[in-house]
C-alpha cells in the first residue's frame, strides 16, 4: 500500500513495517539535497515529531513522523550520497517504522489525492 | 504591500523557467531549472548569465562637470580614496553612519565628467535621499537601463565576441562601449570571485542583449539562490547579513576598503560620518571581525546559527551572519562576526538544532578568485 501525506511523504506499507521517504514534487521545492540527518534507530517517535532533518543548498527542512511508533531502520546511504533524493526520491527512503498500536496509513491520501493536491 | 517592480528582463526569465519570488520589492529569478547547484558550478566553469536590474544606477554630477569634484563631495559620506580614483576605473565603498555603523556597500566608478554608482536593491531610496543630502553635486537616479551580470572563466570570450574592447579591460576597470547601436556601460567585476562583467544596458535592449550571450551555449542564466552561494564562497560580505547599521566597517573586515589617505594622519583624513568611531578602530584593530568558518561535518550552519566558545558551556561569540553550502567547496562554509585573536584552523562550535558541531575557522576567500588584473 503506497500513500501520501500532506507533508509530501510518501508511505510505503510491508507487512507490519512502514517505509518513509518524501515525494519528488518535495525534492524539486527544496532543490539540490547536502545533508540529511535520521533519527536513531529504537528511538519511539510520537506522529508530528521532527525526526529527519534535510538541508537543501537554498535552506533546511524537517519531515515530520506521519505516525507514532518505534524507528526500526534507516538509510545510512543518504548521509554519503544525500543527492540521492534528487535523483530518486521514490528510491531514496529515510526511514521505516513500526507502528504503535492502533496507528494505521489507510487514512492517508492515494496517488490521485496526492496528485490532486500539488496540482 | 506595494507591489513588486519587474525587470525588463521578467519575461525571459519566466520564458526561461526561472522561479520568481520577491526580493528587495523585486520579483526575481532565485533559481532556473537547472537549480542552485548546478547554477553555481556552471558558472565557477563556464559564464553565468544574472540579472541584477533591481540594484541602484545612480550618477553623480558636480556643476563644474568634473568626477573629481564630485568624488570630493562623495568622499564626505564614503570612507574611500574617490578622488584618487583614476578616469576609467571603479572602486569599493561603504556608506557610514554617525554611530561608525555601514549604511549600505556601493560599487563607484569615474566616468570623466561624473561619477557612476552602483548601490543595493534595498538600500537604493535610503541612499538616493543620502545623496541629495550632499552638497554641490547632482543625484540623477538611472531607470531606464537594465544591469546584468556576465561571470565564470568564459565571461571574456563570451562577452568579446559582441563587443571586442572589452578583451582589453582589467579588473575594476569601466569603459562605454557600443554594442549594436546601444550604448553598454560596462566593467569589468563582480560579486561572485569570477572574472566577468557587470554591464548597464538600456532597457529596450536588455532582452535582446541577454538572449545574444545567452545564445553561447557556455552561457546559463544564474538566479539568487547561486548569486548567494558564489559570494559567500568568494567571502564577500552581503548588506543586511554580515554588515548593517550596527555593523563598523572594521567588524565587517571591510577596513581595507579605507585607505591610508583617509584614516588618522592620511592627507584627507576623515571627514565622514562615524569617522570618530570608525578610525580609532581601524587604528587600534576592532575588537571582533568577521571571519570564514567550515564546519567539519556536512550539515551547513546557517544565518542566525549561534557560535560558542567551547564544546559544552562556555560563551556565545558570535552568531553566523551567512551561511550555506558551497557547491564548489563541496561541504558547508560560513561567516561569522567573532572576538578578534582568532585564525585559521581554530575550532569553535556551532549550537545546531541543540546540539554543538566542531567548526574551523578559515581564512577568506573558501575559493581562490581568478580576476584579470
Known sequence: MLKYTEDHEWLKQDGDEVTVGITAHA????????FVELPEIGREVEKGEEIVVIE?????????????????????????N??????DAMAAWFFRIKPAAGEAIDGFMDEAAYKELIG | MAELKRTPLYDLHVSLGGKMVPFAGWEMPVQFPMGVMGEHL????????????????????????????????????VPANIVGLGEGRQRYGLFTNEQGGILDDLMIANRGDHLFLVVNAACADQDIALLRKLDGVSVEPITDRALLALQGPEAVRVLSALIPAVAEMKFMDV???????????VSRSG?????????SVPADRAEAFAKALLADEAVAPIGLGARDSLRLEAGM???????DADVTPGAAALGWSIPKIRRTGGEREGGFPGADVILPELAEGAASKRIGLRPEGRA??????????????????????????????????????????????DTVYAELRGKRVPVKVSDLPFIKPDYKR
Request: proline share 5%; with cysteine.
Open chain 2, 237 to 243: 560580505p552581503l548588506y543586511g547579513h554580515d554588515m
Open chain 2, 175 to 185: 569603459a562605454v562601449l557600443d554594442w549594436d547601436g546601444a550604448e553598454m556601460w
Open chain 2, 191 to 199: 560579486y561572485t570571485g569570477e572574472d566577468g562583467f557587470e554591464i
Open chain 2, 42 to 77: 556552471h558558472t565557477r566553469g563556464k559564464a553565468g548569465l544574472f540579472d541584477v536590474s533591481h540594484m541602484g544606477q545612480v550618477i553623480l554630477r558636480a556643476p563644474s562637470g568634473k568626477a573629481a569634484d564630485a568624488a570630493q563631495v562623495l568622499e564626505t559620506a
Open chain 2, 300 to 345: 551547513p550552519i546557517r544565518e542566525g546559527v549561534a557560535i560558542y566558545d567551547a564544546a559544552e558551556g562556555g560563551a556565545q561569540i558570535g552568531t553566523v551572519c551567512s551561511g550555506g553550502f558551497g557547491p564548489s567547496v563541496g561541504g558547508p562554509v560560513a561567516m561569522a562576526i567573532l572576538p578578534s585573536g582568532l585564525s585559521d584552523g
Open chain 1, 82 to 87: 544525500p543527492g540521492a533524493v534528487n535523483d
Open chain 1, 27 to 34: 525534492s524539486e521545492q527544496l532543490g539540490d539535497v547536502v
Open chain 1, 56 to 80: 537543501s543548498v537554498k535552506a533546511a527542512s524537517d519531515i515530520v513522523a506521519p505516525i507514532s511508533g518505534e524507528i526500526v531502520a534507516v538509510n545510512d546511504d543518504l548521509a554519503d
